[in-house]
């Protein structure tokens, strides 16, 4: 029987009597200015740090300190050979080849171009609305057997998921079969 990675038993039932709680919201005020923790911008404003962790890129929505469009716009993805993945660690030290020239004419074209400014959006749990619930990690092929295929792109709490993984396998067939280990 293949070792369940996923949702323990331990886990299901630890939710189940209670032993585990929901996350509760932590004070969240919409009206309330927020601030980059990574730049310290206001909401409205840019970020203040040239690709702060949290901008996003004005040409493909993805987070600009690790997209591809600096060397797309600027004519270098021949320089890349092969491309790098677009993800991690290979992106990480593919990006100091850009040389403090290239660096500045990327600037000039994202200011042209004009930058997205900083507004906060809160993670929501798509089941049952907490904000900002922990991250957690699920290998892509269970997210991807338990989570309808309309939904696979939202966040979810981890108590949430928990409770779909426990659900499903209890009514259905379970991915991994039923685990006796922790
Ligand atoms: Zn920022
Ligand atoms: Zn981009
Ligand atoms: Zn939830």
Redesign the pocket.
Known sequence: MQRFIGVSARERKALMDGSIRRTRNPPWNPCERHT??????QEGEL???FG????RCPFCDGQLLFCLCCYKKLGLLDRVNPPPEEDGLALDSFTEVLTAEEQCAWEAILQQHGRIP?IAYPGVCARCGSLMPDPFMVPDEEWNYYIQRDQQGVVLCRACYVLIVHWIDSATKPFYGVSTSD
């Open positions: 980059c923790e990574g730049c310290g911008a970020h203040r740090v702060c962790e949290d901008e900083y």
